[in-house]
């Protein structure tokens, strides 16, 4: 019988800028759940990795264009914070009823391009980490440098899904896991083969890690156990769909 679990990790302080994010990490390891197996999935909450990295906006220090004043003023919206969201995005993609979806930089298409005033004082903004898979493989370094055995790690966030009330959580980076599994061309139980299955297990260990670490919790970090047969090699990059292919543009 499959079996995976999930464990969420405490004892972490309240990470700043500078913070070696995977020294932290493996301290509270050490402290709390004690082991690390070969393949145990680290999952990681964006916004702490954010604030390690710096990418953290103070608003006194962001001049609003007329844009982001016009837009703000007509939705009761902090034009500062508009005017960080403008900054964040390649692409803007609707901006209706108070609402912006918008492309990130990295290809990404979510609510506010990523920049979120939750979890952080008063007067900030995070922004997303530049580069989420690079974030990723740091991060499975200093990890496997701590305990000397292979394991992954995924960046995660929380998104909005067309058509779907709520948010949930999913990859951003991606160091040691395979993204991606394609069972195009495998047959199903009744002989039928499939042919255009492929699931984002990335997605999916995110969304469930994030049942334990909750968004008030204070626990940024889960380790899952059980999903050794996904290790491997792939990106967050790979989650991305190309706009080729995309039949909403």
Known sequence: MAEINVVALPGLPEIVRGDELGVLIANAVTKTIRTVNIGDIFIVAQKI???AEGAVVKLDEVTPSPAAEEWAAAHQKDPRVVEVIFRESRRIVR??????????RHGFVCANAGVDASNVPAGFVTLLPPD????????????IGAFGRSVATIVSDSFGRPWREGVVNV?????????????????DPFGRRLESTVM???????SAAELVMRKTAGTPVAIVRGAVEWVGEGTGRMLVRDASRDLFR
């Open 171 to 187: 990859a951003l980076g991606v160091a040691g896991l395979r993204p991606l599994v394609d069972y195009r061309g495998c047959l």
């Open 132 to 143: 989420p898979d690079a974030s990723a493989e740091r991060l499975r370094d200093a990890l």
């Open 95 to 104: 901006m209706e009823r108070g609402i912006i979806i918008a492309e990130t």
């Open 200 to 206: 984002a297990i990335a997605d999916e260990l995110a």
């Open 49 to 51: 990795v954010s604030k």
